[in-house]
């Protein structure tokens, strides 16, 4: 761990109220614990570490002893153990004091993705008298919060995936209007050439769904097994991309279009529905960070839900509403989520995220608009890939849009 992340840590600590954070795994049953260390892939670990971070003063691990290696990569002070024994007493000595510490726990799992400690080692730790609070927010803190150059990064991505994603619609157009064939996969294909020529990467191949496959929130298109598109046909498209650096963000956008000059009324009507509720939860955001009132993920969720169950569609808004956006597509911050989870992590400054609601009709269509917000410094929250889709792309009358 380097010195400048210790310090980060220390200071977020003392931010958050927070008297120490507990680090601990087992092989790799931590991987939050283990990217916060250090701890690489390559690097050989079968036993259990700790690693005691208080707000103020120096950290103390614990490793076994045919583990030294690890310890190196603790700041601080570092004890052995080898026995069962040993290990228990290592750690109330390096908790010795403490009476709140932070673990990856959840209360009740409610937040799944920072819920990485076993139920035996929170259990544990309890039994030492110490109180265990959720490490969620100081995770999003550490881990989600960017640079003012990753910001930058992540404005360039979603103007990036907006000049793609309407390519894509003006490549259908063409093909359709010229009777030349194409596919989803064909789509899908050309998405990722663009990536390429725009020195863009992404983690896996973006979805194009024509149909009744749009039902699918999670659909992609093989070669094996694709579908044409044609004229009258629904077609949502989602895409996503960072910069090629290390330190690039994703953008994360999903459209939808109709093969034809006028969008029926069918598509129209949900779609309107989807775009409120997703401007909902983004006046939710925008509104809170602009009278310096505190966000969280599930109230997110909520406002973007209401809209929807409002308009009957409830039981066909079948996931959570957005997700953190980082490095890695899906980040460590907090989910717009009150629905497949409880996120109450607090929606942080320097934060970036995407908000995208759906209404899903089996055997017909499905329906998504997802935009990528990010939280400034300074707390205004701004759209990457405006101007955002507020009507069903008319695929026909595009023209040719460059690209």
Same mark, same amino acid.
């Given at each position: 761990?380097?010195?400048?992340?210790?310090?980060?840590?220390?200071?977020?600590?003392?931010?958050?109220?927070?008297?120490?954070?507990?680090?601990?795994?087992?092989?790799?049953?931590?991987? %939050?614990?283990?990217?916060?260390?250090?701890?690489?892939?390559?690097?050989?670990?079968?036993?259990?570490?700790?690693?005691?971070?208080?707000?103020?003063?120096?950290?103390?691990?614990?490793?076994?002893?045919? !583990?030294?290696?690890?310890?190196?990569?603790?700041?601080?002070?570092?004890?052995? +153990?080898?026995?069962?024994?040993?290990?228990?007493?290592?750690?109330?000595?390096?908790?010795?004091?403490?009476?709140?510490?932070?673990?990856? +726990?959840?209360?009740?799992?409610?937040?799944?993705?920072?819920?990485? @400690?076993?139920?035996?080692?929170?259990?544990?730790?309890?039994?030492?008298?110490?109180?265990?609070?959720?490490?969620?927010?100081?995770?999003?803190?550490?881990?989600? @919060?960017?640079?003012?150059?990753?910001?930058?990064?992540?404005?360039?991505?979603?103007? =990036?995936?907006?000049?793609?994603?309407?390519?894509?619609?003006?490549?259908?157009?063409? =093909?359709? #209007?010229?009777?030349?064939?194409?596919?989803?996969?064909?789509?899908? !294909?050309?998405?990722?050439?663009?990536?390429?020529?725009?020195?863009? *990467?992404?983690? $896996?191949?973006?979805?194009?769904? *024509?149909?009744?496959?749009?039902?699918?929130?999670? +659909?992609?298109?093989?070669?094996?097994?694709?579908?044409?598109?044609?004229?009258?046909?629904?077609?949502?498209?989602?895409?996503?991309?960072?910069?090629?650096?290390?330190?690039?963000?994703?953008?994360?956008?999903?459209?939808?279009? +109709? *093969?034809?000059?006028?969008?029926?009324?069918?598509?129209?009507?949900?779609?309107?529905? @989807?775009?409120?509720?997703?401007?909902?939860?983004?006046?939710?955001?925008?509104?809170?960070?602009?009278?310096?009132?505190?966000?969280?993920?599930?109230?997110?969720?909520?406002?973007?839900?209401?809209? %929807?169950?409002?308009?009957?569609?409830?039981?066909?808004? %079948?996931?959570?509403?957005? $997700?953190?956006?980082?490095?890695?597509?899906?980040?460590?911050? #907090?989910?717009?989520?009150?629905?497949?989870?409880?996120?109450?992590?607090? %929606?942080?400054?320097?934060?970036?995220?995407?908000?995208?609601?759906?209404?899903?009709?089996?055997?017909?269509?499905?329906?998504?608009? !997802?935009?990528?917000?990010?939280?400034?410094?300074?707390?205004?929250?701004?759209?990457?890939?405006?101007?955002?889709?507020?009507?069903?792309?008319?695929?026909?009358?595009?023209?040719?849009?460059?690209?």
């Amino acid at each position: 761990m380097e010195q400048h992340q210790l310090e980060r840590i220390q200071t977020n600590l003392r931010q958050l109220g927070i008297p120490a954070w507990l680090l601990c795994s087992f092989r790799e049953s931590n991987p %939050i614990a283990a990217r916060i260390l250090g701890l690489t892939p390559d690097v050989h670990q079968s036993r259990r570490w700790a690693l005691m971070i208080p707000a103020t003063g120096q950290p103390v691990g614990l490793v076994h002893r045919i !583990e030294p290696h690890i310890g190196k990569l603790m700041p601080g002070h570092v004890a052995e +153990y080898s026995s069962q024994t040993e290990f228990i007493e290592g750690l109330q000595k390096i908790l010795a004091g403490c009476k709140v510490v932070a673990m990856e +726990y959840s209360p009740n799992n409610g937040v799944p993705v920072i819920a990485k @400690v076993d139920a035996g080692t929170v259990e544990l730790i309890r039994s030492f008298g110490i109180e265990v609070v959720p490490s969620g927010d100081l995770i999003a803190s550490v881990e989600a @919060v960017l640079t003012q150059d990753q910001i930058d990064s992540a404005a360039r991505a979603g103007a =990036s995936c907006r000049q793609v994603m309407m390519g894509a619609f003006n490549l259908i157009g063409q =093909s359709v #209007a010229s009777g030349q064939p194409i596919t989803e996969f064909d789509v899908q !294909e050309w998405i990722l050439r663009q990536f390429a020529i725009r020195g863009l *990467v992404t983690d $896996h191949s973006p979805n194009c769904s *024509v149909g009744s496959n749009s039902a699918n929130p999670h +659909y992609q298109p093989t070669a094996e097994s694709t579908a044409t598109i044609n004229r009258g046909d629904f077609v949502l498209i989602d895409l996503w991309a960072r910069e090629r650096t290390d330190d690039g963000i994703y953008g994360d956008i999903t459209w939808v279009g +109709y *093969v034809g000059e006028e969008v029926p009324e069918e598509f129209a009507q949900v779609f309107e529905v @989807v775009r409120a509720a997703r401007d909902a939860a983004f006046d939710a955001v925008a509104g809170a960070f602009a009278a310096a009132e505190t966000i969280d993920g599930a109230t997110l969720d909520d406002a973007a839900r209401l809209v %929807i169950n409002k308009a009957g569609y409830s039981e066909h808004f %079948i996931h959570r509403t957005g $997700h953190s956006i980082t490095t890695e597509l899906h980040g460590a911050g #907090a989910n717009l989520d009150n629905y497949e989870t409880n996120d109450t992590r607090t %929606i942080l400054p320097g934060t970036s995220f995407s908000i995208e609601p759906g209404i899903y009709l089996p055997g017909q269509f499905g329906i998504r608009s !997802e935009i990528d917000v990010i939280i400034t410094h300074d707390g205004q929250a701004i759209a990457t890939s405006e101007p955002r889709q507020m009507e069903v792309v008319k695929i026909m009358n595009l023209g040719n849009v460059e690209c």
